[in-house]
C-alpha cells in the first residue's frame, strides 16, 4: 500500500516549476550530455566502481525518435573507450522502437549490441513493464543465437513468471545467461505481481538463488538490505565471494569487465555508503547512471509510476544520514 505521505510527495513534486524538479533529481540524473556522465564516473571511479550508462527517455512513438537513441548510444560507447571508462551500457528496448515495430526495433537493438561487441563491451536490456517482458527476453535470446553473447537482460522479483523465466532461459542460454535482478520499478496488476514488500522480497530473494544454482551471471540490482545480506549469504553458500574465482562447475567462461560470477549494482545518488561498504569489502559494485535531455520526463514518468519512489525522495532530503550519494 502506498502511503498518503508518499503520494502527496509525488502529488506535489509533479506540479513544481520545472527547475525545482531538475533540483531534486539532481542527484540522481547525471545531467543532460555524456560529457556530463563522463565527469561523475570519473569521479566515482575513484570510489572502485565501475559502470552503466542509461540514455533516459523510453517509449517512443515513432521510428525516427529510435534514431536518436541509437546515435546517442554510439557516442556514449565512444566516450567510454576514449577515456577508458569501466563502464557498459544500459537501454530500454521501447526506446529502439520494439512497440511500435518488432522487427525494426530489434534491427535497431542488434545495430548498437554488434557494435558494442566490437569493442568487447556488455549491453543489459533493461527490463519495461509487462507489455514487453516476453519481446525483450526473446530478443537477449534470438541476439545469443546471432552470436552476439555480449547481451543480457533484467528480470523482476516482483513477477510471478519470474522463476519460470530463469528456467526457461536457464535451457536456451545455459551459463551465459547474464542477469540483472530487481524487485522491479512499475507497478503490474495483482493478477501477474506481488505487492506487498515482504513477498516481493522472498521472490527476489528466491530469483537470485535459482539464477547462482543455474550457473549465470548475476548482477544483484538493490539497495534494500535484507535483499543484499540475503545475496551475500547465497553467496557464500557457493564459495562465491570477492577476489575468489568462481567455484561453480555450471558456470560460464569469465566475462570481461566482470566480477567472479556475480557484481552489485545501485543506482546514481541512492545510497553511497552502502556501495562504498560492498566495494570495501571486495565486491564488484556497479553504478547505473542516467544522462540525457529527455531528464525532466523521466523523473515525472518515475514518479508517476511508483508513488513509493515520493517516500524515498523525502526521506533523502529530510534525512540525508539515511541516504549519501
Ligand atoms: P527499496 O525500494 O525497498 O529501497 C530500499 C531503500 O533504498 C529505500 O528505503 C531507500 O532508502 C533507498 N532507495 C531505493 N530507491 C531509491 C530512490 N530512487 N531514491 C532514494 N532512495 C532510494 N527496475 C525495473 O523494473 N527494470 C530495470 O531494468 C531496473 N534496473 C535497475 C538497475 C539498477 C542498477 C537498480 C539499482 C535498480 C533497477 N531497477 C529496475 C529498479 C528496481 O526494480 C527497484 O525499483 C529499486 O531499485 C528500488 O528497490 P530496492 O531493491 O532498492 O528496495
Known amino acids: 500500500m502506498v502511503s498518503w505521505f508518499s503520494k502527496s510527495i509525488v502529488a506535489m513534486t509533479i506540479r513544481m516549476p520545472r527547475w525545482f524538479v531538475g533540483w531534486v533529481s539532481r542527484r540522481y540524473v547525471a545531467g543532460s550530455t555524456i560529457q556530463d556522465a563522463v565527469k561523475i564516473m570519473h569521479r566515482l571511479s575513484k570510489e572502485g566502481a565501475c559502470f552503466t550508462v542509461d540514455v533516459l527517455g523510453e517509449e517512443i512513438t515513432t521510428l525516427d525518435e529510435a534514431q536518436y537513441f541509437l546515435d546517442e548510444y554510439v557516442a556514449v560507447l565512444s566516450a567510454i573507450t576514449e577515456n ?74 516482483r513477477l510471478f513468471r519470474t522463476l519460470e523465466d530463469i528456467m526457461q532461459l536457464e ?11 530487481c524487485k522491479g520499478i512499475y507497478l503490474e496488476p495483482e493478477e501477474i505481481s506481488f505487492s506487498a514488500y515482504q513477498d516481493i522480497v522472498d521472490s527476489t530473494n528466491a530469483c537470485i538463488d535459482q539464477m547462482l544454482a543455474s550457473g549465470a551471471y548475476c548482477a544483484i540490482a538493490s539497495h534494500d538490505i535484507p535483499v543484499i ?29 566482470k566480477g567472479p560470477g556475480y557484481e552489485f549494482q545501485m543506482l546514481l545518488g541512492v545510497r553511497g555508503p552502502m556501495r562504498r561498504k560492498l566495494a570495501k569489502e571486495g565486491h564488484r559494485t556497479r553504478v547505473y547512471i542516467p544522462y540525457g535531455e529527455k531528464w525532466y520526463e523521466y523523473s515525472i514518468r518515475r514518479l508517476q509510476e511508483n508513488p513509493t519512489i515520493g517516500t524515498q525522495v523525502a526521506k533523502a532530503f529530510l534525512m540525508p544520514w539515511t541516504n549519501r550519494p
Not at 535451457?171 to 535482478?181: E, T, V
Not at 547465497?234 to 570481461?256: C, F, I, Q, V, Y
Open 229 to 257: 545480506e540475503y545475496a551475500k549469504s547465497a553467496l557464500t553458500a557457493r564459495g562465491m565471494g570477492p577476489d575468489k574465482a568462481d567455484p561453480r562447475s555450471n558456470a560460464g567462461e569469465k566475462r570481461d569487465a
Open 84 to 157: 577508458g571508462l569501466d563502464a557498459n551500457l544500459s537501454i530500454k528496448p521501447t526506446a529502439f522502437g520494439l512497440l511500435i515495430d518488432e522487427k525494426k526495433g530489434m534491427e535497431n537493438i542488434e545495430t548498437l549490441v554488434r557494435m558494442a561487441n566490437e569493442h568487447d563491451m556488455f549491453v543489459r536490456l533493461d527490463m519495461e513493464d509487462h507489455r514487453v517482458t516476453t519481446p525483450t527476453i526473446q530478443a537477449v535470446v534470438d541476439l545469443h543465437a546471432m552470436g552476439l553473447t555480449n547481451v543480457g537482460t533484467v528480470l523482476q522479483g
Open 171 to 181: 535451457q536456451s542460454l545455459g551459463p551465459a545467461a547474464d542477469y540483472r535482478i
